[in-house]
């Protein structure tokens, strides 16, 4: 406006250019429509926002820009639900939106999601598949909250998540038998073993060494020490050994440290660090679980930085390199490693009230539910540079097993909103029942490899978890489908008891076969171990639970009773050697799991069902229980 004032003494500046009327006119006209233009342009181009600011009323333009970082924190503080957790701010879809202002923001956001995620992965050497810097591009899940700090202070109501709970967490105390209560405490008796001798020789390695009395550390971990105390706190909790609690409970207090530096494999410190710390945290509302929890799941977010987002296998949780397993053919990705993480990262994001541990585990989701499936089946090896898969070997096993044990369970964990984990499982299984279940020579029936289109006959102790995650898909199936789903879980889950019964111990071997004239028994003298693995007593618990046919809790204590004979040494429990034969020696190692699942899920089938009631939990693969997130009991504002 200022242009077209006359100023005193001075003629307008259309007169002082010599103009004419009507030629004052035209230029008038020229000049209004050069105005209306550029102010539309102030409007209608991206990034406007703060020439609106100068032109809207101050309150609209706050609510305006505020909006998707005030709907995402409600969001998490009301619900772990799949489709209602805290979700990136719209700017996170920006690259598929390039404005002519886009480069400039881009370059902005990926610094914003790079200091999110931690420190780029990096080259690392040898044969192990790099990480190259540009890579990171194509990223799609890289959808950090653009500006965390500004966000109001996120805080979890874990009071409200308490009063949610419909059965108290260590069960309301009913009447039981006395046989049943004296075999659950003979198991609490084996619990306090195990952790008084890890204590003794052993506290803060991450297991104990039996025979040797000293710790073990290994190479799983990258530097995180303490995996059986970790491991270990919600068994002793939902044991009520308070003081062994307590002394683990210090233990993490003063002496778990999180700046290590070392290679760690994703899954194992998802499944067992994190899981443990989530569980302990819902058991017992402690902070400092929920706060350890938090810190180690952002050390792991580097390992996503790869084109399609699906996470290479082993990071340095100092410096966030990552890389695939040197075995994993041509730089792939392990199915049952990217696939393992839904549980705990949606628990992630509901706590810290951030979604990037979310957005990261849905676009694992979405990569899966696109790329196409070899006869229904998901093979186990997936490239995280293409997004295709890299070898045809399917296993409800090992490489394979939790993957399909996630989807069901991501269902339940979102009170059965998550119909996609739900579709995605049913799918799978249906493609499983037609291509691997087969029924042996003398009946059994078992669950094949499948190698490229050839079944192998061959069924891993790690299989036999499948049992019990058929058997409680199966309650929410229709009809016939879950008569018949109910059938193979209780077959399953009955072969694998074959696998124990039939070996000299009464405990199984690592692997067993069906050919060549063998039934459930192992051929190959590198499958005769036995390492106190769960996933057969995991199988009990589940149809125990669900069936409540007295023969699940006779062969937990045949598993029981073979533990003290053949694994408990006299300072603590031992994996063995060599199930066929009455003398084994022993391997000197007891497993972190041990503590975390083998014993946890033998305490839970002498116990009542309220205790961990699975319509309050799910337990995660390391049989860490997470809470279902029951979203009708908030709505309705019930205790
Ligand atoms: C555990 O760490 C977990 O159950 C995992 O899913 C597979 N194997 C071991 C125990 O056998």
Redesign the pocket.
Known sequence: MVVLRKLPGMPGWPAALGLRLPQKFLFLLFLSGLLTLCFGALFLLPDSSRFKRLFLPRRATASASSSSSASSSSASSSSTRDTDLPRSPPAAAEPRHASPAAPRRLREKLRTAARMAGPPARTAPGSRQQVQGGESRAQPASAAPPARETRAPFRFDYERFRRSLRHPVRGGRSGEDPETRARRMKIKEMMKFAWDNYKQYALGKNELRPLTRNGHIGNMFGGLRGATVIDALDTLYIMELEEEFQEAKQWVEKSFDLNVNGEASLFEVN?RYIGGLLATYYLTGEEVFKSKALELGEKLLPAFNTPTGIPRGVINLGSGMSWSWGWASAGSSILAEFGTLHLEFLHLSELSGNPVFAEKVRNIRRVLSRVEKPQGLYPNFLSPVTGSWVQHHVSIGGLG??FYEYLIKSWLMSDKKDSEAKKMYDDALEAIEKHLVKKSAGGLTYIAEWRGGILDHKMGH?ACFSGGMIALGAQHGAGDRRQRHMELAAEITSTCHESYTRSDTKLGPEAFRFDAGSEATATRLSERYYIL???VVESYMYLWRLTHQPKYRHWGWEVVQALEKHCRVEAGFSGIRDVYTTTPTHDNMQQS?FLA?TLKYLYLLFCEDDVLSLEDWVFN??AHPLPINHTDLRAAGQP
Do not use: A, H, K, M
């Open positions: 499944i097993d939790s790690l693995r769960p996933e799991f699942e693969t390391e």
